[in-house]
């Protein structure tokens, strides 16, 4: 059973917390390092092989051309998957919507007023390790090495996005070529 189905809803702490972890990673205001939900990816019941990557949006009358897939497509073709753009259409009357972004907007408010206080992080691949604690910070400088390993090889990057011009990007004890250490 998913989060969402157990819990009633997709609890907004994580991308919220990851949005304002690291705002020293890019000059522009609000800007974030880029983190990916993966929407859903369809695998056997039986034996858990991956399936397919979908891509999933609700279809409000948006220009569904400038809904960004180049992640789930990369994903998909490293792993040899079709991927797919669902956009989902619901009838609801105009009241019902707003009454659910009311309720969606205070429960956004109660989850800001309560952040992650602490990660349990496991490294699943390309070895699984040993389930460890993890504070905020702790995680996020995690996030932080893991982007900016990446921006040392990426052609695309710009210099001040590189770990020498970064301020506070570092390499943590849960986070050394790649693997989570004790």
Known sequence: M??????????????NGHRTAIPEA????????????????EFC???????????EVRDVGQDLK??????????????GLP?????????????????IDQLNQRIRELESG?????????????????????????WWATVRAIHGTHWQVCAKAPASARPDGLPGVVRT?????GVLLP
């Open 83 to 99: 991927a797919y753009l669902a956009a989902w259409k619901v009838d609801r009357p105009d009241e019902v919507q707003a009454e």
């Open 173 to 177: 004890p849960l986070h050394v070529q």
């Open 45 to 55: 019941c039986w034996c858990k092989w991956p399936l397919a990557i979908v891509e």
């Open 2 to 15: 998913s989060r969402t189905e157990r819990w009633n809803a997709r609890d907004q702490s994580y991308p």
């Open 66 to 79: 400038d809904k960004g897939t180049t992640v789930t497509e990369r994903l998909a073709a490293l792993a």
């Open 114 to 138: 309560h952040p992650i206080v602490g990660f349990k992080v496991q490294d699943l691949a390309p070895s699984k390790g040993p389930l460890l604690q993890a504070t905020p910070a702790e």
């Open 26 to 41: 890019y000059p522009r205001t609000g800007h974030r390092t880029h983190v990916a939900d993966r929407d859903w990816t």
